[in-house]
């Protein structure tokens, strides 16, 4: 099975877990990277990048998406902002239902945060993703490398649920 995980990173959290991720489920790896990123430090990053996921904005990709009609399993990794996903998964939304109608694939949500629910940013995929399958959301909390090891146990114990 061909896999790509897709993520979005702002402060490095989800991009450590995707790539152990994806190193795991032995997949493609694409990091979205924005033409204006935005600020990842103190009050600034806390207001724009709120503001940016309540407003549902779509900002600028800098990185193209592929054709993604040849994987069979598509992950899309992201933060939580303000209790959604990451302002750019909206644009990656977009460039899928706009430009390629994907149905019929697995579809995977990593989400990062500090704590709280991720049903909304988990909601915010599957109702722009419709048609497809979605496989249980896997979600970390203040992922770092000193949590390594519990990290990559959960992550081969989610693939071989998937694989079975």
């Given at each position: 099975?061909k896999s790509?995980?897709?993520y979005y990173s702002l402060?490095?959290h989800t991009?450590f877990?995707?790539?152990l991720?994806a190193k ?9 990277k924005l ?17 940016s996921a309540?407003f549902n904005e ?5 990185t193209k ?17 303000a ?5 750019p998964i ?6 899928i239902t706009?430009d390629?109608q994907?149905?019929?694939k697995?579809i995977?949500v ?5 704590g709280?629910?991720i049903?909304?940013c988990?909601k915010?995929?599957?109702k722009t ?16 490398k000193d949590?390594e090891e519990?990290i990559?146990k959960?992550i081969?114990d989610?693939v071989?649920?998937?694989n079975?």
């Amino acid at each position: 099975m061909k896999s790509i995980v897709i993520y979005y990173s702002l402060e490095g959290h989800t991009k450590f877990v995707a790539q152990l991720l994806a190193k795991e489920l032995k997949a493609e790896v694409l990091e979205l990277k924005l033409v204006k990123p935005f600020p990842s430090r103190g009050f600034s990053k806390f207001f724009w990048c709120g503001k940016s996921a309540v407003f549902n904005e779509k900002p600028e990709l800098k990185t193209k998406i592929p054709s993604l009609k040849d994987y069979n399993i598509i992950v899309i990794g992201t933060p939580v902002w303000a209790g959604k996903c990451a302002s750019p998964i909206n644009s990656l939304l977009v460039s899928i239902t706009k430009d390629q109608q994907i149905k019929g694939k697995k579809i995977a949500v990593l989400v990062t945060n500090g704590g709280g629910s991720i049903s909304k940013c988990v909601k915010q995929i599957q109702k722009t993703l419709t048609g497809n399958e979605f496989l249980e959301p896997l979600h970390f909390v203040n992922p770092s490398k000193d949590k390594e090891e519990e990290i990559v146990k959960k992550i081969r114990d989610w693939v071989q649920a998937i694989n079975n």
